[in-house]
């Protein structure tokens, strides 16, 4: 027997053996007393250190496919087929026992938010000690070492002081660090990355993104990364798996599919993107081109015609709007600090004119919006809507004045009653202000579905029965049913599919076309904000930072934070993946301050006609 013959051989074999091949994975689900498939015979290979990416919609099968990999599913209302090789072994065929060996030492899962991956209730030192202990068998003491070795390798600042904290003392960036340090934790083969950067700002996922991409080179890792957003996928991705319908409709080299896609679904997705840059030369807000899934055709947006208004006085004047939060400590609730929300901003919107507000999480464009339509009680400042103002009002008479404005949420599911249904929720503030009888209102609803995209029939259905995007439709029709002028859209569209996003943002231009509406688009999406927005505004830690035309700040951005966040930005091109970019790994920092802190004066420099920038300090010298 010619033992070092056979190794050698095992040694090739092994060589040329992806490290995972999934062939005709198909998983089915119980639906009344039947199985229904949602992933359908889908095949795919990833080699050894290489990265491949599953893209699709909502509902297209990405996340069940990752599941299934590791055999995630119940059994008792899934059923798994096909086959999943792990460097040559069937995983669907192995015991439970040896599927929770696999399980954080050879494949490890990252997912898309961290609160509900980690315990609240204990340390993150503990949990990751924990993984250590239980897969690698160390002791107390090396794990907890080792655990502060690794939170050092994914770019926590103090580690070690770190280690006892609770998860709710860390940003939205630093928890996903910490469940990648978790996932790297005994050297896994493979990585499962499922959406582990789509609700973070951009800043934050340029982070993450070349923290995978760093981590991969040292430790030699294969990466299975699941997202909806092309520009992430031409970033990270070295080959991509197209999914529609829980089918594999498209794979192959990332380079090729950007260049020259042959599914008229993945030219659906590629022309939903949206690209910095891609304004240049453009004076309004411009559709997005809208490919047909199924037989790849596209139409030809225009610009949106001019509806900015040219009367003297704008529809909203904001002037030196502050609003603070007392932290209150100790027995009798003494004020032991202040969030300093919204700090002394200032700026106006016009009829027909969109001014977006963008920034990291925490900056305050949010509260920005709520305390302008009195939702909180601004400490100081003025808000004048057609010359009167709006924190002035208390009462009926704020009631009676909100109908020229309204808000549009993130969360479409979380703003609306679930057991109301939809026509129902459109017509309520109709029949609430006495502007119409119940025929009138089915009549309006009607013609607000019909507005919106949707059809008069849904008015009946309830809102688990509609997707994401319908949901934000739906309400955006109830924010139109009392006919305002000025509609906040906080984060409307954030949680979108990036195809569902395209359809809701001409949705919005269309409607402010034909109705003449002005928007204040809050939003951290760099790249949809250029592509609809007249105006910019840009803020950090409560102040706005710099505003002005938006082919103007695009152009010729000046301060360094808005540099920063234009550099976050991913660039939908393949090409551009081998080039390190250097993102920074600080937070933003807290805007609490002490009881008796004054804010300093700040001073602005206008560097041309309404581009206005803050003059910076030492902190952005750096």
């Known amino acids: ?25 198909t998983t089915s689900f119980m639906r009344e ?20 990416a599953i893209v699709g919609e909502s509902g297209s099968g990405k996340s069940v496919t990752a599941l299934s990999i590791m055999r995630l599913i119940p ?14 072994r069937d995983l669907l065929t192995l015991p439970e026992a040896g599927m929770k060996d696999i399980r954080g030492n050879e494949i490890a899962m990252i997912f898309q938010e961290p609160m509900t991956s980690l315990n609240p209730v204990l340390t993150i030192g503990f949990q990751i000690a924990e993984a250590l202990i239980q897969h690698r068998g160390l002791s107390r003491p090396a794990a ?37 340090a978790m996932a790297l934790a005994c050297k896994p083969k493979l990585l499962i990355a499922d959406e582990p950067s789509t609700a973070l700002d951009v800043t934050i996922q340029a982070q993450i993104l070349e923290l995978l991409k760093e981590l991969q080179r040292e430790e030699g890792m294969s990466i299975l990364f699941i997202t909806h957003d092309m520009g992430v996928v031409a970033e990270i991705a070295d080959r991509t798996v197209v999914m529609y319908a829980g089918q594999a409709v498209e794979t192959d080299a990332t380079a090729h599919i950007f260049a020259s896609p042959s599914h008229p679904y993945t030219s659906a997705l590629l022309a939903a993107v949206p690209r910095l840059g891609s304004m240049d030369g453009r004076a309004r807000p411009m559709r997005f081109p809208i490919v047909d899934k199924m037989t790849g055709t596209s139409d030809d947006p225009t610009e949106t015609p001019d509806t900015v208004s040219t009367a003297e006085r704008p529809l909203l004047e904001v002037s030196n709007l502050t609003t603070r939060f007392a932290i209150r400590s100790g027995l009798f609730g003494k004020v032991s600090g202040r969030v300093h929300a919204v700090e002394n901003i200032s700026f106006t919107l016009r009829a027909g004119e969109t001014l977006a507000l963008v920034g990291e999480s925490g900056c305050g464009k949010s509260t920005t919006g709520r ?20 924190l002035a009002m208390n009462g009926r008479t704020l009631r009676d004045f909100r109908k020229r404005m309204q808000i549009v949420f993130q969360d479409p599911f979380a703003s609306l009653n679930p057991r109301m249904s939809v026509g129902t929720a459109i017509a309520a503030p109709l029949l609430a202000n006495g502007l119409a009888t119940a025929a009138q209102a089915r009549d309006k609803v009607a013609d607000l579905l019909t507005r919106v995209g949707l059809t008069a029939d849904m008015a009946a259905r309830f809102p688990h029965e509609f997707s994401g995007g319908q949901r934000q439709r739906i309400c955006i029709a109830r924010a139109l049913a009392l006919g305002p002028k000025l509609i906040i859209a906080d984060e409307a569209v954030s949680a979108l599919d990036v195809s569902i996003k395209a359809q809701v943002v001409n949705l919005i231009l269309d409607l402010q076309a034909s109705m003449g509406l002005a928007y204040l688009f809050i939003s951290h999406d760099i790249a949809v904000v250029e592509r609809m927005s007249h105006r910019v505004a840009v803020m950090y830690l409560g102040e706005i930072v710099e505003i002005g035309p938006r082919a103007a700040l695009f152009g010729n951005p000046q301060h360094p934070y808005t540099k920063k966040l234009m550099a976050a930005v991913p660039v939908p091109d393949p090409a551009r993946r081998g080039i390190r970019r250097e993102v920074a790994n600080d937070e933003i920092r807290s805007p609490v301050r002490a009881p008796d802190y004054q804010p300093p004066v700040r001073q602005y420099r206008e560097v041309s006609p309404g581009h206005v920038v803050q003059v910076w300090g030492a902190e952005w010298s750096a």
């Open 144 to 180: 907890e070492t080792e655990t502060i070795r690794l939170l050092d390798r994914v770019r926590i600042p103090a580690a070690k002081s770190r280690f006892h904290e609770h998860p709710h003392r860390f940003s939205g960036g630093m928890r996903q660090r910490v469940m990648i």
């Open 371 to 390: 305390s302008i339509l009195k939702l909180i009680e601004p400490d100081s400042g003025t808000v004048l809507i057609e010359g009167q103002d709006v």
């Open 1 to 25: 027997m010619n033992t070092g013959a056979n190794a050698s051989e095992q040694v090739v074999a092994e060589a040329q053996c992806p490290m995972l091949s999934v062939a005709g994975l």
């Open 33 to 52: 007393q039947q199985w229904v498939p949602v992933v359908r015979n889908v095949s795919f290979d990833i080699a050894a250190r290489e990265t491949v």
């Open 75 to 88: 059994r008792e209302s899934g059923r798994i087929e096909g086959r999943v090789a792990l460097s040559g």
